[in-house]
């Protein structure tokens, strides 16, 4: 399966990881270039990624690290949005114009930024969600 994990955080890259070692394409996306930028660095230049845990042991490659989701959305058939609650209405801007009806989003941590993510995509003409 082709998946999207938008943030590249603790848990994006958590899960990112575990759904590598189940055998799924998966991309990472960042969406700002301001902070954070060390351990995503190492993910572009490695285009891999390393679990150690519980949920298995290893080094899983990625199929895409990119800060353009226009590389990966409109292919993932699931979009995985690891972002604080109160980012969502960015990340709909934008996601929302490479987000299709076939997809399922799913946002983390939910909390209220779900709500404030569909109202901005809903804002943008985007009817999908």
Do not use: W
């Amino acid at each position: 399966m082709k998946i999207a994990i938008v943030g590249s955080g603790h848990g994006g890259c958590a899960m990112a990881a575990v759904l590598a070692m189940q055998g799924h394409q998966v991309a990472i996306v960042k969406l700002g270039t301001a902070l954070h930028m060390e351990n995503f660095k190492v993910l572009r230049e490695r285009k891999s990624i390393c679990l150690s845990g519980i949920a298995g042991q290893g080094e899983f490659l990625l199929d895409q690290v990119t800060n353009e989701p226009a590389e990966v959305i409109p292919q993932a058939e699931i979009v995985l949005v690891y972002y604080v609650g109160n980012y969502h209405p960015l990340v709909a801007k934008r996601l929302a114009p490479y987000l299709h009806e076939r997809q399922t989003v799913v946002i983390n941590p939910g909390y209220a930024g779900s709500l404030l993510f569909v109202k901005e995509m809903r804002a943008l003409g985007n009817t999908s969600s």
